[in-house]
């Protein structure tokens, strides 16, 4: 299966998917480097405790929302080995990269699929539940995005997106920008080798709904009991919902 395009549109908002998913191919050999020098390695410590928040039950068939190169698909597996788990992204380096990976570490649990999150290739009520690490920053349409994941997930499932946010306390967030937008260019530019993508990634955020904002859009597009959990004083964040 091979993922499409997105149109062109007076918009522009088909240009923007254009230039993430060629972003993200150029990143690619790199990404996951760059992932553990950029956070020191609190990557791995946050998508373990995205996992469990979404605590899926034994054996159940989890979603991977925009999965790059797999981190959190194989750490659901570290997890949870009876669970079986696809990732779905549009960027074919990323996938290329993590089915690799999955040869190596992961054998017939996980599966890879080319596709748009926006217009996902599955049946409705299909998955027990969702996850989407750093990525919702980067869709073309947050809202369609909350509606098609709810649409593939069976009633009473959870999705959890981690990705970064705005932290409320204004010093905190003093030295984190400072982090983000001033050194993560410069060094995501060396380890990644594209300074223009880790120059992009940081400013994909200042458009981004802050946490509160976002609980209220995962309500909004049907989600029940929708919350989130702040890290790192709040520029972290975990944010879910169920279906009901």
Request: glycine share 10%; hydrophobic share 40%; with cysteine.
């Amino acid at each position: 299966m091979t993922s499409t395009p997105p149109a062109r549109d007076p918009s522009g908002e088909g240009e923007k998917g254009a230039f993430v998913r060629e972003m993200f191919a150029s990143i690619a050999p790199r990404y996951d480097l760059a992932n553990r020098v950029l956070t020191v390695g609190l990557d791995e410590r946050w998508r373990r405790r995205a996992i469990r928040v979404l605590a899926p039950k034994p054996g159940g068939n989890v979603l991977d929302l925009c999965c790059g190169t797999g981190d959190l698909v194989f750490g659901l597996l570290r997890t949870d080995p009876t669970l079986e788990v696809t990732g779905v992204d549009f960027c074919e380096p990323m996938l290329e990269r993590a089915a690799a990976r999955a040869r190596a570490h992961a054998r017939d649990r996980a599966r890879f699929v080319a596709g748009d999150v926006m217009a996902m290739p599955f049946d409705d009520a299909s998955f027990d539940g969702a996850t989407m690490g750093f990525s919702l920053r980067n869709v073309v349409d947050i809202d369609r995005t909350l509606r098609e994941t709810l649409r593939v997930l069976r009633p009473g499932a959870r999705f959890v997106n981690l990705d970064v946010s705005k932290a409320p306390n204004k010093t905190w967030k003093r030295f984190f920008d400072l982090y983000f937008y001033g050194v993560v260019p410069v060094l995501g530019g060396i380890v990644g080798g594209s300074r223009r993508a880790y120059a992009y990634l940081p400013n994909s955020l200042i458009h981004h709904p802050d946490a509160e904002q976002l609980r209220e859009r995962f309500t909004r597009a049907g989600f029940s009991q929708a919350g989130y959990v702040p890290l790192m004083g709040g520029a972290i964040a975990i944010h879910h919902g169920m279906k009901q």
